[in-house]
């Protein structure tokens, strides 16, 4: 696996302008940052895997070391196929870090992968997919929440 490749995972349903923010930040530290956009069992989603996966790409589409692609099962798994050697993941808050942090550990125990958090911007802290899902569901204006080029495919 290779320390310069890393996995952001998630169902990025839809894409934020706070996850855009962390794949921009995380940048410089990376050769290539693979945005996994993973099927999760407990979770719902509004759109299409296709859609996020574009929603994705356009996000980045002047950066060729952002790749988007859809994935099931571990994200360790994900990890080994595209040769990561590390995940990285947003933080908002302390409840974030404590559930993510045991996930961590649990990664780096299944397959040495290590975990890069790296903290919301203040203005990002309260934004999350959930929260603009509902938003969305109840026609209130999330523009200022998600990136530029979704503004007009989501209403």
């Keep these: 696996m290779s320390a310069t490749i890393a996995v952001f995972p998630g169902t990025f349903d ?31 989603t509004l759109f299409a895997v296709e859609q996020r996966i574009a ?28 040769g990561a050697g590390f995940i990285l993941r947003g933080l908002r808050n302390s409840t974030d870090h404590g559930y993510e942090r045991s996930i961590a550990l649990m990664n780096r125990q299944l397959a040495g992968v290590e975990t890069l958090f790296l903290p919301s911007l203040a203005e990002h802290a ?19 929440l998600v990136p530029m080029h979704l503004r007009d495919t989501i209403e």
């Design 14 to 44: 839809p894409i934020t302008v706070g996850h855009v923010s962390i794949v921009q930040r995380a940048l410089p530290l990376f050769a290539k940052v693979i945005v996994g956009i993973g099927a999760n069992s407990t979770k719902r």
């Design 55 to 82: 929603w994705v790409q356009h996000a980045f589409r002047e950066e060729p070391r952002v790749e988007a692609i859809a994935f099931e099962g571990l994200t360790v798994d994900l990890c080994k196929r595209m």
């Design 126 to 144: 309260h934004i999350s997919s959930t929260i603009v899902r509902e938003l969305i569901a109840n026609k209130a204006d999330v523009s200022a």
